[in-house]
Nanobody
Framework: QVQLAESGGGLVQAGGSLRLSCAASGRFDNLERMGWYRQAPGKERELVATITRDGSTNYADSVKGRFTISRDNAKLTVFLQMNSLTPEDTAIYYC????????????????WGQGTQVTVSS
């Protein structure tokens, strides 16, 4: 079982910054992929950014150059630094982890956090 503890959401003015954190815990040694998705009202959930165990990153075009994803493998925590926020970034942000490592074996399971609200005012 995987537990995900998200933090860092809130209300910010346009042009401001927020930093999201998601700490994973459970009976596993590491996580292959960690990332963030978001869902705005009336829209489908979409990818924001992901990062692999070796540090490879992937970003949605809409956040490139403004958001930075990073992770601390020792603490199994993923961060999302969000700068130059706009009202279009308003959404519930969900932490996602996938690919649990148990020693040298990897199990492909997918887990979601409960979400944290990010609201950007104009």
């Amino acid at each position: 079982q995987v537990q995900l503890a998200e933090s860092g959401g809130g209300l910010v003015q346009a042009g401001g910054s927020l930093r999201l954190s998601c700490a994973a815990s459970g009976r596993f040694d590491n996580l292959e992929r960690m990332g963030w998705y978001r869902q705005a009202p009336g829209k489908e959930r979409e990818l924001v950014a992901t990062i692999t165990r070796d540090g490879s990153t992937n970003y949605a075009d809409s956040v490139k150059g403004r958001f930075t994803i990073s992770r601390d493998n020792a603490k199994l925590t993923v961060f999302l630094q969000m700068n130059s926020l706009t009202p279009e970034d308003t959404a519930i942000y969900y932490c996602n982890v996938a690919g649990l490592w148990f020693g040298t074996a990897r199990v492909e399971t997918n887990h979601w956090g409960q979400g944290t609200q990010v609201t950007v005012s104009s």
